[in-house]
């Protein structure tokens, strides 16, 4: 089923960042659970032809990252389960923290296009095997990142092996583009 590996790639995606493959992270006044309604909302998932739930919001409250306790993931499909988006909300305990985390992820991978200004001067777009493209920012001590992976392997549940690509992604497409870039665009609306 498509969704187990699009499941699987969003848990991966997790732990670049948090080291626990779950969700991300809360300053003192923001619980885990309430992270889950700054992510994208289904209806908007469903206008942008992610018409499947992936993976509902998941929160937690260990995600490794000591700067970083809290946080909240999702993940929607298109209806032919070829193209994801993965969202999640970070919240740290400090300013200094949510940018160090930034840096972190900045320095694991390749920029693959131009973020929206609206997402500030440090926010940053990288892509990785997959293809995934995902855009990073920092809002205050929030951290957040929508991820885009297109071309989701079938997987089988009759197979236990797997096949690892090391080939750099191709250049994400302008269409592409527009979709990671309105979905993180959402997602900052809904933090507010």
Not at 28 to 40: G, I, P
Not at 42 to 58: D, H, L, N, Q, R
Not at 176 to 183: C, D, R, V, Y
Request: charged share 15%.
């Amino acid at each position: 089923m498509l969704r187990r590996t699009l499941a699987t790639a969003t848990v991966a995606l997790g732990m670049v960042l948090t080291g626990v493959g779950a969700a991300g992270a809360a300053g003192a006044s923001t619980s885990a659970k309430s992270l889950a309604k700054d992510l994208l909302t289904t209806s908007y998932a469903k206008k942008a032809g992610f018409t499947e739930v992936a993976v509902k919001p998941i929160t937690s409250s260990k995600t490794g990252v000591p700067s970083c306790p809290d946080g909240a993931q999702e993940a929607f499909e298109d209806g032919s389960n070829k193209t994801g988006v993965v969202a999640e909300v970070l919240v740290c305990t400090s300013k200094t923290a949510a940018a160090a985390l930034l840096t972190s992820v900045a320095a694991k991978g390749s920029t693959s296009a131009s973020p929206p200004k609206q997402l500030g001067s440090s926010a940053i777009e990288l892509s990785s095997n997959g293809p995934v493209y995902t855009i990073y920012w920092q809002h205050g001590d929030v951290f957040e990142f929508v991820g885009l992976q297109t071309k989701i392997p079938a997987s089988s549940s009759s197979s236990t092996s797997t096949t690892t690509t090391t080939a750099p992604a191709p250049p994400i497409t302008a269409a592409e583009q527009k979709t990671l870039s309105a979905a993180a665009l959402n997602q900052l609306k809904r933090l507010g």
